[in-house]
């Protein structure tokens, strides 16, 4: 297994030791300064289920319930075509309601570095963000959004395919708390530290 030694780039030693850690021992730094790379050797990388119409109404709703209003939104998505359908079925309701779209940035699930998406996704301060995809490749994308961006999950409305116990443990304590989202059922739930609680119909 490649090792880097202590005469290797800084840069690289570092961020292969933070790594490590994270996969090896699940420990994780704070968002802020730990690396926003995640190793995927241990997570296989899965395709999220089809959104419904009850779950994209009560996505606009929680939106349109946020005070200051919200109008302008930057919305965000993996590349697999569930994920792509979710998103393009939310910017559809939220044009029927009046709202505008200030972007529309996609990631990979797995990469180099996020950085060029996360720093498109932050460009022109939209009043909200909002986010269909993947648990692993959100945990990458939000990972580097708390490591290089003003990013701040507490304005960010995302599907329930964000919505799992496996992206809080992926993208690791503190980096999505009070990011808040739709249930398929179309109730809610909010991530708190180390927890994800549900408001709905069917929540338990």
């Not at 998406?117 to 580097?144: C, K």
Request: charged content about 20%; some cysteine.
């Amino acid at each position: 297994m490649y090792r880097p030694c202590a005469v290797c780039p800084p840069d690289e030693r570092t961020r292969w030791t933070l790594d490590e850690r994270h996969e090896t021992t699940g420990d994780a730094m704070p968002a802020p300064t730990r690396s926003p790379l995640i190793g995927t050797r241990r997570f296989p990388v899965a395709a999220p289920a089809g959104h419904t119409a009850a779950e994209v109404a009560a996505l606009v709703d929680l939106l349109t319930g946020r005070r200051p209003r919200t109008e302008v939104v930057t919305l965000g998505h993996g590349r697999d075509a569930a994920s792509t359908a979710a998103a393009e079925a939310f910017a559809r309701a939220w044009h029927a309601r009046g709202g505008q779209i200030l972007a529309v940035v996609t990631w990979p699930e797995e990469a180099a570095s996020w950085l060029r998406p996360a720093t498109r996704f932050v460009a022109g301060d939209p009043d909200a963000w909002v986010v269909a995809g993947a648990a692993l490749g959100w945990a990458q994308m939000s990972r580097r959004l708390r490591h290089s961006t003003a990013w701040d999950p507490a304005r960010t409305f995302a599907f329930a395919s964000i919505g799992g116990i496996e992206t809080v443990r992926l993208a690791g304590p503190g980096t999505l708390d009070g990011l808040r989202g739709a249930r398929a059922d179309g109730g809610t739930w909010r991530i708190g530290r180390h927890s994800i609680t549900h408001v709905g119909p069917e929540a338990s």
